[in-house]
């Protein structure tokens, strides 16, 4: 079975400058697909950003853009100029390719607080 | 519709009662998935229906939670007997075959 772990529960960052947010995975698969979810207040997941395990370039999303270590099994995020909305709950996801469906298995997150 | 929804929003239900919680997924998605969120932990799988086929319950905790999907449309979540170890958030999400999710605001069930 895959296990995602987030080894930071709480993380800041001052407005404007840039914070990285860790996530490391266990698997035994080669392909699969890795995600970034934010979760603000209001509950609902949104996605920030997502990565193909046979893709060898980093994904990026405006400011979001991820650090992927296949070999060690590390999946990081990074926030650059951190805006005040950018404060949340921030959960790392993996993704078998194989099969239908897409059943996430999620780390256990990291509350992100910036600070004006 | 213009996104998932879910209802309600906060339940509150007294130990030993069942719950059922809804979950209205975005237009012509075929695939529904219902995850939970304990008090300050990562989201867990419970079940997933795609299209006809029958459902994965792989995630389904114990037999008290069970689920539907009516039409290929709306799901309900049935927890049975409710214990307090049943409070958590439940999400709903949806997805066209297996691109995109989009989840819900989920519900907020308290077991006193």
């Known amino acids: 079975a895959q296990t995602v772990t987030q080894s930071q529960p709480e993380m800041s960052v001052q407005e404007a400058e840039t914070v990285t947010l860790s996530c490391t995975y266990d698997?035994?698969?080669?392909?699969?697909?890795l995600f970034w979810y934010k979760q603000p207040p209001s509950r609902q997941m949104i996605l920030v950003i997502r990565?193909?395990?046979?893709?060898?370039q980093n994904a990026t999303e405006n400011r979001f853009s991820v650090n992927f270590q296949k070999a060690a099994k590390s999946f990081s995020l990074k926030i650059s100029d951190s805006q005040l909305g950018d404060a949340a709950m921030y959960f790392c996801?993996?993704?078998?390719?194989?099969?239908?469906?897409?059943?996430?298995?999620f780390g256990g997150g990291t509350r992100l607080m910036v600070k004006p | 519709g213009a996104g998932v929804s879910q209802s309600p929003s906060n339940k509150v239900t007294e130990k030993g009662k069942d719950v059922e919680l809804r979950c209205d997924p975005i237009?012509?998605?075929?695939?529904l998935y219902w995850y939970r969120q304990s008090l300050g932990q990562g989201l867990e799988f419970l079940i997933y229906?795609?299209?006809?086929?029958?459902?994965?319950k792989s995630g389904l905790p114990s037999d008290r939670f069970s689920a539907e999907r009516t039409g290929g449309s709306v799901s309900t979540l049935t927890i049975q007997r409710t214990q307090q170890e049943d409070s958590a958030v439940y999400l709903c999400?949806?997805?066209?075959?297996?691109?995109?999710?989009?989840f819900g605001s989920g519900t907020q069930l308290s077991v006193l």
């Open positions: 999400a949806s997805s066209f075959l297996s691109e995109k999710l989009f």
């Open positions: 698997t035994s698969e080669s392909d699969y697909y």
């Open positions: 990565q193909e395990a046979y893709k060898q």
């Open positions: 996801a993996y993704r078998s390719a194989r099969g239908a469906g897409n059943m996430l298995t």
């Open positions: 237009s012509g998605h075929t695939a």
């Open positions: 229906f795609q299209g006809n086929s029958a459902p994965d």
